[in-house]
């Protein structure tokens, strides 16, 4: 066995949300796709927010849900408990695990869920449940299940992050014909994984590293172990610790920083903005693996996932060349409400403006410059928070008082 596919077999047996997805698949056929009019689709209704692709389907033939193109997923789809319940499909309990962040969630299998879009669909096939509406007010968007592995092996996927446009198309006689380059992956458990190699500030010396493709997962994140054995944050130019994402583990905590670039293939992006883990528990604490290659640096190409030959496509598109950045402020938001338009202070990075302004985690923010929370979405106001120099002033509620709060925005890392 590889060293690679000897790291492989330790993370799916460490990772018990992955063993269970193939524990719930075992006997399953594979889900043939029925394309209805020759042997492509678009997919209709599809949008990227946040660089997170979301998909309207049906399942059993109600809905439309809101579905991410998750090929973090594994190997079998998923669906948030809710929507189990309302489909009113039969559920066992077959693990309890997690993702990123440390918390411990139940895992669920659920049967007969026909999973369709417009011109695509697929035959009634188990599917787990688990709690993804947890983490919508992190995520500012509603997340009612996840097309997986299971799904996205048996049709080859284009994503064309810059017009928001989805395409599968049969496997079958499937031949690239881009200008874009085959890069070779290794899959296991329904996962995607690449070896690549991390550049960093201060030696002409890489880090070699087996990465995790997850178009699910908004920024390239090193996890813990890798972080530490190789001192990655002590060799960025300017660092930031605190919260920085929420996961279905919950709260994940990282040092975000900077490393001199990542190799895709022959692609090297440079000088991208990424998150050192620090958690001590969940998959990002994992030693089998070296982090996630995450929607950041995915959305940068015209991308084709082909599972069915152990390949992917890369080709850059105009956004390839653009620095990356991250927040100026330094809040980390929960958005509450049905249309995530009430806007609370979930945490704030020490040392950043918003800390310096007193901004603590727990305020409700009002007003932004004066305009109502409802105007801004959380694609929006990241936008809107990462002008450098720029004043910003929040309306804040702490209790009983509300005040206003000016903080100037600079760069962080």
């Not at 049967?111 to 919508?136: C, K, Q, T």
């Not at 130019?237 to 293939?265: A, K, Y």
């Not at 000088?271 to 996630?292: C, H, K, M, Q, R």
């Not at 950041?296 to 653009?322: M, P, Q, T, W």
Request: aromatic residues 10%.
């Amino acid at each position: 066995m590889s060293r690679a596919l000897a790291c492989l077999s330790a993370l799916f047996a460490s990772l018990s949300l992955f063993a269970a997805c193939a524990a719930a698949q075992v006997g399953q056929t594979p889900a043939a796709p029925r394309f209805e009019r020759g042997g492509s689709v678009e997919a209709d209704g599809a949008e990227i927010f946040d660089r997170i692709l979301y998909l309207p389907v049906t399942l059993n033939g109600r809905g439309p849900f809101m579905f991410v193109l998750d090929t973090g997923a594994g190997a079998m789809s998923a669906v948030d408990y809710s929507v189990a319940e309302s489909l009113a499909l039969r559920q066992a309990l077959i693990a309890s695990g997690g993702g990123a962040g440390e918390d411990i969630i139940q895992i669920f299998s659920a049967d007969s869920v026909a999973i369709s879009m417009p011109g695509l669909g697929f035959d009634a096939r188990p599917v787990v449940s688990i709690p993804l509406h947890r983490m919508d007010p992190h995520w500012g968007k509603q997340k009612d299940g996840l097309i997986g592995g299971d799904l996205l092996s048996v049709v080859v996927t284009c994503i064309d992050y810059e017009r928001e446009r989805i395409t599968f198309r049969d496997t079958a006689g499937y031949a690239y014909e881009g200008a874009g380059e085959r890069i070779p992956i290794q899959i296991f458990g329904g996962h995607l994984f690449l070896e690549t190699e991390v550049l960093l500030y201060g030696t002409d010396t890489p880090v070699e590293g087996l990465f995790m493709l997850d178009t699910g997962v908004r920024i390239t994140t090193f996890n813990a172990p890798f972080s530490k054995r190789h001192a990655l944050a002590k060799q960025s130019p300017s660092t930031i610790e605190g919260v920085t994402g929420f996961g279905l583990g919950g709260v994940s905590r990282g040092i975000v920083g900077r490393v001199r670039g990542v190799r895709l293939g022959t692609f090297l992006v440079e000088n991208p903005v990424v998150d050192f883990s620090t958690d001590e528990g969940g998959a990002l604490a994992d030693t089998s693996f070296s982090g996630i290659i995450g929607a950041d640096f995915l959305s940068r190409f015209h991308v084709v996932l082909d599972y069915a030959r152990s390949r992917i496509y890369l080709e850059k598109n105009r956004s390839f060349g653009e620095p990356f950045e991250f927040d100026m402020c330094g809040i980390r938001f929960e958005m509450l409400g049905e249309r995530f338009d009430v806007f609370k202070v979930f945490s704030v990075f020490s040392g950043s403006p918003a800390s310096a302004a007193g901004i603590e985690a727990g305020d409700m923010v009002l007003k932004i410059d004066g305009r109502g929370t409802g105007g801004f979405t959380r694609e929006k106001l990241r936008e809107y928070l990462q002008r450098e120099g720029k004043t910003v002033r929040f309306t804040i509620k702490r209790g009983d008082e509300t005040r206003e709060v000016t903080v100037r925005l600079r760069r962080l890392v």
